[in-house]
């Protein structure tokens, strides 16, 4: 955005040319300014993220209420209805000419570059509230989904076949986060969707989509057991991703993937009960590096060794009562440090919505899971 406003000053753009006003008011936009209990604060966003927060904050809503439809979700899910991108093709198309658009931006509104990632989340909420309205979308969302599939088996973010590393030796190709192959955790959650959205097995197309996709995770597991985590932070988020696929797959805690990461979640539980990962183990030499246990990765462990058949371990139960007893804000638990990804070594996202939704989703889960007759994770995520 900023060198937008640049290149358009060079170019010669009149100040008051109503693009030009248009992107610096749209930066304007991203600045902040609040008191906290130490002065005034002034900072700038590096994006905004109601979509993505807005379903993320439905699902833990939903887990908390045992999938009964609170008027708060309701209006959510039908908020994000009227956001979906039906008509406008954007980049993506390039590759997929003939898919109808189907998805969902990370923004408020950006038609022209809808994301995977939100989509299947925004998709999955809505399966979780029973509600014919919102099939239609749904069924639309599954068939740009499974369109934006790569030839590998894995989705990226935004793109389809989108890996010309080569790409990245160019000097100005923004640090090497220049594309958007196939992520684990991207893929994990169309796993979730389409396994949701079939959930009879009967569609032989989502079906073979799904089997595609989970070898591809197979052959993305690391050595230790864990999963990379493109957007988040990090291996935590990435096996808490693909476990929670996986279970919504049929791959129950006797697969061998599915032990493996069980067996690392479990062995990365800090002395406290909960779990944290510093960004530094974006550097490859430094996994496993960790500051401090934090609100939205100890859930995020919490859930994923439940999706692995772990509900009554005893790490899953101290790390719900580290969440329980966890210093909180209110309704927000305390979380200073970032667990959010931008780009990995060049620049990371504190969500303020991850100590709040995450952890009450941890811990409404593991109730749900105790009380019932059954210890099998009912949702792809």
């Known amino acids: 955005m900023a060198n937008a406003v640049m290149a358009m000053d060079v170019l010669g753009f009149a100040k008051d040319d109503p693009r030009l006003v248009t992107a610096k008011h749209a930066i304007e936009l991203l600045v902040v300014e609040r008191v906290e209990a130490h002065g ?8 905004v993220s109601p979509i993505w927060d ?13 999938d009964s439809v609170d008027p708060a979700v309701k209006r959510a899910l039908d908020w994000l209805k009227d ?19 189907g998805g969902w931006a990370f923004q408020y509104w950006n038609n022209h570059y809808p994301d995977v990632d939100d989509t299947a989340v925004v998709a999955i909420a809505m399966i979780r509230a029973r509600d014919p309205a919102y099939d239609t979308a749904v069924a639309r969302a599954a068939e740009w989904i499974i369109g934006m599939q790569s030839s590998n088996g894995g989705w990226g973010a935004f793109d389809p076949e989108n890996e010309h590393y080569y790409l990245n030796a160019i000097p100005f190709a923004d640090h ?13 959650r169309c796993i979730s ?30 050595p ?10 990090n291996y935590i988020y990435g096996t808490w991703s693909v476990l929670c696929a996986l279970n919504a797959a049929g791959l129950g805690p006797e697969d061998g993937a599915v032990a493996r990461a069980a067996s690392w ?23 496993g590096e960790a500051k401090e246990s934090t609100p939205s990765q100890t859930a995020w462990a919490v859930m994923g060794l439940m999706a692995a058949g772990q509900v009554d371990s005893p790490a899953t139960a101290r790390g719900v009562q580290w969440l329980e007893q966890a210093p909180r804000d209110g309704a927000r638990w305390q979380e200073d440090l970032y667990t959010g990804t931008g780009f990995p070594r060049v620049f990371y996202l504190k969500y303020h919505g991850y100590a709040a939704y995450f952890p009450l989703w941890a811990v409404a889960r593991y109730e749900n899971l105790t009380k019932s007759n059954t210890r099998r994770v009912p949702h792809g995520m």
Not at 195 to 209: G, L, T
């Open 40 to 47: 005034p604060e002034t900072y700038v966003q590096p994006c």
């Open 54 to 66: 807005t379903g993320l904050a439905a699902h833990a809503l939903l887990e908390a209420s045992n």
């Open 83 to 101: 956001r979906q991108i039906l008509e406008v093709k954007g980049d993506w198309a390039v590759r997929r000419p003939n898919l109808r658009p």
């Open 176 to 188: 090497g986060a220049l594309l958007d192959p196939p992520t684990a955790d991207v893929t994990a």
């Open 193 to 222: 969707f389409l396994a949701e959205f079939d959930p009879d097995r009967r569609d032989p197309i989502v079906q073979e989509s799904i089997r595609k996709a989970v070898e591809y995770l197979k052959r993305e597991q690391e």
């Open 224 to 233: 230790d057991g864990s999963w990379f985590g493109r957007w988040g932070a």
């Open 265 to 287: 979640l479990a062995g990365q539980q800090r002395d406290d009960g909960g779990w944290g990962e510093d960004l530094a183990t974006y550097d490859p030499a430094r996994k």
